[in-house]
């Protein structure tokens, strides 16, 4: 649900699909010798990128990139999407 004042998002609204990882690694971050915290899941690519809690924060670093939107976290448990443009999160 959008915050108090706000519209609800209309990328995360206009998805369907909640595609599985081929994998559960942050490529970026194997590339780099380095370790991650969570992983997310662009729901525009399939690029998996580290969370802001770990060290390269390379799924931010993705949209800020390619402009794609919307991820998903894929760690077990996470029932959510957010959409990075309009800071909103939805619980699936």
Request: proline share 5%.
């Amino acid at each position: 649900m959008a915050p108090s004042g706000r519209r609800p998002c209309e990328h995360l609204a206009a998805i369907t699909e909640l595609p599985e990882p081929a994998n559960h690694v942050c490529q970026d971050c194997v590339a780099l010798g380095d370790s991650w915290v969570h992983l997310r899941l662009c729901l525009d690519c399939g690029h998996i990128g580290c969370c802001d809690s770990s060290k390269n924060r390379h799924a931010t670093a993705h949209y800020r990139h390619s402009g794609h939107r919307v991820i998903r976290g894929i760690e077990p448990g996470e029932r959510w999407i957010w959409c990075f443009e309009d800071e909103q999160a939805i619980q699936l």
